[in-house]
């Protein structure tokens, strides 16, 4: 599997747990080659989204995917809650495997980065060299990185599992600490950084 999408859906206030029933049940009809990694609705940061992460076996399957999304009426359910959603296409970093389905949470932090033009190849470089080593059992482990091909590029993707916010400040204090964290050359790449915190739904593969 090496395409992937990440969709957000910003729905009404007061009404994520009327859009999840609606979207789980939609969900489970997914088409052959379509595959739910995970869901999970936003804890710290922008409210009342929901963020579906899905995987395709391959870019036909994905292509056909879209159009039905893009043409089917209400396609995922929502319809009377959405305020808004948007569909972002990513490749995995190509050093990097999935964590398999499972607890790995609850809380898990996106955090996006946009960068400069030239900034992909150098920063694919430092993560190859450095993400070892950091998400070894001595810090905490990355489900995925992935690197955006739609929408606003060049940019990045990446997803922490970790078990309570306490263990995430801890951990990502340690890593800078002892050098582990971020990969070399990695500020002159950025230009803005976005991250929020997400718990996941009662049917998201990811736990």
Request: proline share 7%; net charge neutral; with cysteine.
């Amino acid at each position: 599997m090496t395409y992937y999408e990440l969709i957000t859906f910003t729905v009404r206030v007061g009404t994520p747990a009327l859009a999840l029933q609606r979207l789980e049940t939609r969900l489970s009809f997914a088409a052959e080659g379509v595959t739910v990694l995970g869901c999970w609705v936003s804890e710290i940061g922008p409210q009342n989204r929901i963020a579906l992460l899905r995987g395709f076996d391959d870019e036909m399957v994905r292509v056909v995917e879209r159009e039905r999304c893009l043409l089917t009426y209400d396609a995922f359910g929502i319809g009377e809650y959405l305020l808004d959603q948007s569909i972002d296409d990513y490749r995995l970093f190509p050093f990097l495997k999935l964590l398999a389905p499972g607890s790995h949470g609850p809380f898990y932090e996106l955090r996006e980065y946009n960068l400069v033009p030239s900034g992909l190849t150098p920063t694919l470089k430092g993560w190859e060299q450095a993400i070892g080593r950091r998400a070894s059992s001595q810090y905490s482990a990355v489900y995925a990185a992935f690197y955006a091909t739609s929408g606003r590029v060049p940019r990045y993707l990446h997803l922490w599992p970790y078990a309570s916010l306490e263990q995430r400040l801890e951990v990502r204090g340690r890593a800078v600490k002892d050098g582990a964290w971020p990969p070399k050359n990695f500020a002159p790449q950025l230009l803005e950084m976005n991250s929020a915190v997400y718990l996941p739904t009662h049917f998201s593969p990811l736990y």
